[in-house]
């Protein structure tokens, strides 16, 4: 923006901002990929969709176990700083102060408890989707083990490397922008 027609290019193992020389050497310096770039922030209101049944997302049943539901209740979540102090943690919208936590390896929302091990449950890293699109959340305590539906309610699990593990761990992040969610 505020040098125009120059282009950031790495040379000698130092990035630099050069005008182009057209060559094919300066036009490959000056590409880069970018890499697993998350949008999103403490405080955003989402929903999480699944990849392979993308008419369903995350949701709290009224047992309190989580599952993928078509349903239009209880999808909406709050981003939270990982209540551990890493990764993130999903608030539920429809039930302030619970949070999606695994126990016995089961996806639940619970009231929050200001235990270690129910802050460890309830983190989460993002990484990219699995499945090659969207985001797959790795337990912060557990790091082998990923959430994952499987026969719609979410547990945690250790990737088999499949096709369908990749899938049922791997989510689209939606932003909802609604002023009455606080």
């Given at each position: 923006?505020n040098?125009?027609?120059?282009?950031?290019?790495?040379?000698?193992?130092n990035?630099?901002?050069?005008?182009s020389?057209?060559?094919?050497l300066?036009?490959?310096?000056?590409?880069?990929?970018?890499?697993?770039?998350?949008?999103?922030?403490a405080?955003?209101?989402?929903?999480?969709r699944s990849?392979n049944?993308?008419?369903?997302?995350?949701?709290?049943?009224?047992?309190?176990r989580?599952?993928?539901?078509n349903?239009?209740?209880d999808?909406?979540?709050?981003?939270?700083?990982?209540?551990v102090?890493?990764?993130?943690?999903?608030?539920?919208?429809?039930?302030p102060?619970?949070?999606i936590?695994?126990r016995?390896?089961?996806?639940?929302v619970d009231?929050?408890?200001?235990?270690?091990?129910?802050?460890?449950?309830?983190?989460?890293?993002?990484?990219?989707?699995?499945?090659g699109v969207?985001?797959?959340l790795?337990?912060v305590?557990?790091?082998?083990?990923?959430?994952?539906?499987?026969?719609?309610?979410?547990?945690i699990?250790?990737?088999d490397g499949?096709?369908l593990?990749n899938?049922?761990?791997s989510?689209?992040f939606?932003?909802?922008?609604?002023?009455?969610?606080?």
């Amino acid at each position: 923006v505020n040098v125009p027609q120059r282009f950031f290019r790495h040379s000698s193992f130092n990035l630099w901002i050069h005008s182009s020389d057209g060559s094919d050497l300066f036009n490959k310096d000056s590409s880069f990929t970018v890499e697993h770039v998350f949008a999103f922030k403490a405080g955003d209101k989402v929903r999480l969709r699944s990849v392979n049944f993308p008419t369903h997302f995350v949701s709290r049943l009224p047992d309190g176990r989580v599952a993928i539901s078509n349903s239009e209740s209880d999808n909406l979540w709050i981003v939270r700083d990982g209540l551990v102090g890493k990764g993130i943690s999903f608030e539920s919208v429809s039930k302030p102060g619970s949070f999606i936590c695994h126990r016995n390896y089961e996806g639940w929302v619970d009231s929050r408890l200001y235990s270690e091990l129910y802050c460890y449950d309830s983190s989460f890293h993002v990484e990219a989707g699995l499945a090659g699109v969207g985001i797959s959340l790795r337990s912060v305590n557990i790091p082998q083990r990923f959430l994952r539906h499987s026969g719609f309610n979410l547990w945690i699990h250790n990737s088999d490397g499949s096709d369908l593990f990749n899938k049922d761990s791997s989510f689209i992040f939606e932003q909802v922008h609604m002023a009455w969610i606080k």
